[in-house]
């Protein structure tokens, strides 16, 4: 029965999407040799966060016996209880509650999965698989033909939620990148790439191409944390230190690398846009961020670093809940924002906004012309302004591409996390690629990507859409209505249950077909989608390139 039951849910979800998804292409990019790849890319996923945050704070693991793999939470996100839920934690329960509240604006968490799905996966579920392996394949029969699939962790909300661990950035970030090696192997239409050669035979093959990457904190466990929960930490690598671990990464088959996450490291600042980031980068690093105040007309930068718990609009930042006094004791005394004498009131005048002071260290530029000499996928993507500036500027004096692969434009009184328009004009000179993010409903995304392809010169722009990311995926459109029926696009159906962009959003990463149809509602036209379409393409050649160029990094100007 359970293999009838899962052929079933195949033939419901993967029937039918050649028709959907034609890979027509502009006459300009016809004319190129080899032969262009078909199908897009999404440069930012992370289908292994089960194994993130402590293992018990995010709950579904992405293949596997589907009762186990996608059943009752109750085990990672109820109460605890000495007999019937041993892992199981009030605080934990109540995190995960308010942090789905936020977005899908339910009073209770409900804990039942498989086989009905009542609650979860939805597009506002945040700590709930949204990359069950099914849902993959759907989306790859729908055009998804490059995956980066990224190991990522914090340190210090794998604590504040009363995890088993592991802890430490390294050994979490080596579990999940054997975790995503383990899901391609479990499959039959996935296999890792390694070269951009690899994904030219793979995708050719009819096959989903996945590049393994990092969006760690701190590699190597180049920190020290506060509190220590057993790892072992080198808080001042040398520069061969550095290099042993970038050496080690190649090794494991990493080829894209975040230089920096959400907190400062050894290679530099990190980009100041959410206050409650300055408790993990005060538990990582000892202190807390060092603002500066930059003029808002000038730069567009109008977030104001504010008290992690005092900040005007708490209640739309769940990580914030963590930090009231409801749960003073949970994080260390030292970094609990609950004292609020541990963090700056900082002020700005009106008109200015607040940036990272830090830029890039020595050790950042000994690291970042090291991964290029590697030939690694730089992403720029939550490095501070500064940090930004001076590797563009390396990267276009080395002639080699950098990406922002889960981003958009900085408006007005954005914050230096988002990409300004010569900043994407600079990624574009080097050849790189910008993903744009999801933009939360399919209207909004069409603008944005209308816009990117004109700054981009209509080449070089994909997707990132941070699934499993902790963030919601986009929500029911109400202004269009996506059609299905049995001959071009039928509703995807697991288990019992069976979804439809149009009430349910993007619930999982299987939908990601139905949301490609919503932009076609939402006037993306055919020229717009052929651009999207060969996504696969630009991105492939953007690897090629920093394969031809990585022989000939020249030092920095420091140097």
């Keep these: 029965m359970a293999l009838l039951r899962k052929l079933s849910s195949i033939y419901v979800c993967f029937a039918s999407f050649l028709l959907v998804f034609p890979f027509s292409h502009s006459p300009a990019l016809a004319q190129t040799t080899p032969p262009m790849l078909p199908g897009f890319v999404d440069m930012h996923t992370h289908p292994r966060n089960d194994l993130a945050f402590g293992n018990e704070l995010f709950y579904g693991v992405p293949y596997g016996n589907i009762d186990q793999a996608l059943g009752n939470c109750n085990g990672y996100h109820g109460g605890y209880g000495l007999f019937d839920n041993p892992h199981g934690n009030v605080f934990r329960n109540k995190l995960v509650q308010e942090g789905e509240s936020q977005y899908c604006k339910t009073e209770d968490h409900e804990k039942f999965g498989y086989p009905n799905f009542i609650s979860w996966p939805a597009y506002c579920s945040i700590f709930h698989q949204q990359m069950w392996i099914d849902w993959i394949e759907r989306a790859h029969m729908g055009g998804l033909n490059i995956m980066v699939a990224l190991a990522t962790h914090s340190h210090c909300m794998a604590d504040a939620a009363e995890t088993s661990g592991p802890y430490d950035d390294k050994t979490v970030m080596d579990n999940s990148i054997k975790g995503i090696k383990d899901l391609v192997a479990n499959s039959s239409f996935m296999e890792v790439a390694l070269t951009p050669q690899d994904v030219r035979r793979i995708v050719n093959n009819g096959k989903l191409a996945v590049i393994i990457g990092v969006e760690m904190d701190n590699i190597g466990n180049f920190y020290s944390p506060t509190e220590k929960k057993g790892g072992v930490y080198n808080p001042n690598p040398t520069n061969d230190d550095i290099k042993t671990e970038l050496d080690r990464l190649w090794d494991l088959q990493v ?305």
């Design 255 to 559: 080829r894209y690398i975040f230089p920096i996450h959400v907190t400062n490291n050894i290679f530099g600042g990190t980009a100041l846009y959410v206050p409650t980031f300055n408790v993990a980068n005060k538990y990582n690093t000892g202190f807390e961020y060092i603002p500066e105040p930059i003029n808002t007309k000038e730069s567009n930068i109008g977030f104001d670093l504010e008290h992690p718990i005092l900040h005007t609009n708490p209640e739309a930042d769940f990580l914030a809940w963590v930090a009231l006094d409801a749960v003073d004791g949970i994080l260390p005394e030292i970094v609990n924002p609950s004292t609020k004498t541990n963090y700056t009131f900082w002020k700005i005048n009106p008109g200015e906004g607040h940036r990272n002071s830090l830029g890039l260290t020595d050790k950042g530029r000994f690291g970042i012309k090291y991964m290029m000499q590697k030939g690694f996928l730089i992403d720029v993507d939550h490095m501070s302004e500064k940090c930004v500036n001076e590797v563009l500027d390396f990267a276009i004096k080395n002639d080699y591409p950098v990406n922002s692969g889960h981003n958009e434009f900085r408006e007005e009184e954005g914050n230096e996390n988002n990409r300004t328009i010569n900043q994407y004009k600079l990624i574009k000179q080097t050849g790189g690629m910008i993903g744009l993010g999801h933009s939360e409903v399919a209207n909004k995304f069409v603008e944005r990507f209308r816009r990117a392809i004109e700054v981009m010169d209509y080449s070089n722009v994909a997707i990132g859409t941070d699934v499993n990311g902790l963030f919601p995926l986009p929500r029911p459109d109400t202004s269009i209505a996506v059609v299905y029926d049995n001959m071009v696009l039928k509703k995807c159906a697991t288990g019992n249950r069976t979804w439809d962009i149009n009430t349910d959003g993007f619930a999982h990463y299987g939908l990601f077909p139905d949301y490609i149809k919503s932009w076609e509602k939402a006037g993306m036209t055919m020229k717009e989608k052929d651009i999207f379409m060969s996504s696969a393409e630009y991105f492939t050649r953007m690897w090629e390139k920093c394969e031809s160029k990585k022989t000939t990094i020249e030092a920095w100007p420091h140097e």
